[in-house]
């Protein structure tokens, strides 16, 4: 069986300074109406993304003026069960890779 080519989905999304940084979409949901987006930082090196202790970026898609934006997300309680969804969400995710990697082994 040929193996699939992964190519991520990186977006450069800029800080409030003007820097600009790139992230791995990880996963997409919405809840309540709300589309969230969950990131990690992005490195062109396989090897050192697994070293880093990379965080999960959590952010929320906004409107202003007609204009789609991501943004932070500043109240804690909806962080917190949004960025919890995601991660039970990935690691299920990750289980499934596990799994299908094992059945092509065998």
């Not at 409030?16 to 790139?22: F, T």
């Not at 970026?57 to 960025?83: S, W």
């Not at 969400?89 to 092509?104: F, H, K, P, V, Y």
């Amino acid at each position: 069986m040929a193996e699939e080519e992964y190519t991520p989905e990186i977006f450069t999304l800029t800080d409030d300074e003007g820097n600009e940084h790139e992230f791995e979409l990880m996963d997409i949901m919405e809840d309540n109406g709300i589309v969230y987006y969950a990131l990690v930082p992005y490195s062109e090196d396989p090897e050192a993304m697994i070293e880093e202790d990379t965080e999960l970026v959590v952010l929320k898609m906004m409107e202003e003026n007609g204009e789609e934006f991501l943004a932070t997300i500043d109240n804690d309680e909806e962080y917190e069960r949004i960025g919890n969804l995601f991660i039970q969400r990935i690691s299920e995710m990750l289980e499934g890779d596990d799994e299908e990697a094992e059945a092509d082994e065998e």
